[in-house]
């Protein structure tokens, strides 16, 4: 791994997918605090989210690669310590499925602009669409595709066909110390399962990577509608087994865990006894909108 990549000792970095929501806007009338201050625009959201949390999973880079002064202007905005994991586009992942010519100069040039993050850039996720079933050519397509990734940048490989959750499967992925695969909390396949096909990869990583994903059938994400407490306290207590081993965590919640992913990651900063920014400290610093 370069330097840039390497963290100073193991620790959980745990934030949300995405930040740009507007459900998360304290609204204007007398209300309880739901996560940014009142009045704050699309604009300004990256500052104030980075008030609350050292990490960001980026979706919109899954859609196009940004331009390099998206990049810049993401470093620049963020303070020293703030990471960004990064959604490999969807031309490689859903358009080409891993094969054919362009696979490899999307990813070169998708990789080149990541790194303007520098130390900023946490992991890039290589999320794979239902269609990209177990079979002989799909492993072969992976198997192809897995030795592109350059070694300086962390990838985890997140599958949404259960039956990828096989030791046997998974070998393209231990090929190389900088990929994994992505522990995810969804509904194609039990946490017991996929830990359970993790465990020979994170014996030779030096990283995990953690989703929360939900039922989408959520239309507001300013409140939680259905607490996961006992699932959360299951999971803290895995994640700190991994930062013990040695492994730097990198944890992301979906609004549709729990029904607002910023106090589903306040939730979880308090199981492994982080200090958390609750919205009512947001609101009282003051306000650049």
Request: some cysteine.
């Amino acid at each position: 791994m370069a330097d840039s990549q390497k963290e100073p000792a193991p620790v959980a970095r745990v934030g949300c997918q995405g930040w740009n929501y507007e459900d998360w806007v304290t609204p204007a009338a007398p209300a309880r605090p739901v996560f940014y201050p009142r009045g704050t625009r699309a604009e300004h959201m990256l500052e104030a989210y980075a008030r609350a949390f050292e990490t960001v999973e980026v979706d919109s880079t899954f859609y196009a690669a940004p331009a390099d002064s998206t990049y810049d202007g993401w470093h620049k905005r963020t303070p020293e310590g703030f990471t960004f994991a990064l959604k490999l586009p969807q031309e490689i992942t859903h358009e080409h499925s891993l094969r054919g010519a362009r696979v490899a100069a999307a990813l070169a040039e998708f990789c080149r602009g990541a790194r303007r993050l520098r130390g900023k850039l946490a992991a890039v996720l290589v999320q794979l669409p239902p269609q990209f079933e177990a079979t002989r050519e799909n492993l072969r397509a992976l198997s192809e595709f897995v030795p592109l990734l350059p070694a300086d940048i962390r990838f985890a490989v997140e599958f949404r066909d259960p039956f990828w959750f096989e030791e046997e499967l998974l070998v393209p992925l231990s090929l190389q110390p900088n990929v994994s695969l992505a522990l995810v909390e969804g509904p194609w396949a039990t946490r017991e399962r996929v830990w359970r096909a993790a465990a020979t990869l994170l014996e030779t990583t030096d990283f995990a990577y953690v989703r929360w994903m939900g039922a989408r059938d959520l239309t507001r994400f300013d409140e939680v509608v259905r607490p996961a407490d006992a699932n959360l306290e299951r999971w803290a207590a895995a994640v700190e087994r991994l930062r013990e081993r040695g492994q730097t965590v990198y944890a992301y919640f979906s609004n549709f865990y729990e029904g607002h992913a910023p106090a589903s990651a306040n939730k979880l900063k308090r199981l492994l006894g982080q200090p958390i920014v609750p919205p009512e400290d947001l609101e009282d610093q003051p306000s650049l909108f």
